[in-house]
């Protein structure tokens, strides 16, 4: 697996100091802190475009709404189909937060 080859000490730490915010708001001054402006920007716009593929819409309208590559949204796509299934295990997760907020 492609994970595989990712793991080790630092991105351990990476991804349990993630794992450890509270809140939303601690995440924003985390990532403020980690990122440009434009890696987070690039990362929310992948997940949208993953909810998008997702939802069956056309690349033109995703790349329309999203501002997003024809190549990002392949990538995106790619994952969804071939990958670890994390954006739909995302996606579900925020799709069931929203259901229990509106109720």
Do not use: P
Request: net charge negative; proline share 0%; charged share 35%.
């Amino acid at each position: 697996m492609q994970i595989d080859k990712l793991r080790g000490k630092e991105l351990d730490q990476l991804f349990n100091s993630i794992l450890s915010l509270k809140d939303l708001e601690e995440c924003y001054r985390f990532f403020d802190d980690l990122c440009t402006v434009n890696e987070i920007q690039s990362l929310a716009q992948r997940l949208e475009v993953a909810r998008m593929l997702r939802e069956g819409k056309t690349y033109h309208k995703i790349e329309t709404e999203t501002g997003a590559s024809t190549a990002t949204i392949s990538r995106v796509k790619r994952c969804l189909n071939y990958g670890n299934d994390a954006y739909e295990m995302a996606l579900e997760r925020i799709k069931k937060e929203d259901a229990e907020t509106a109720e």
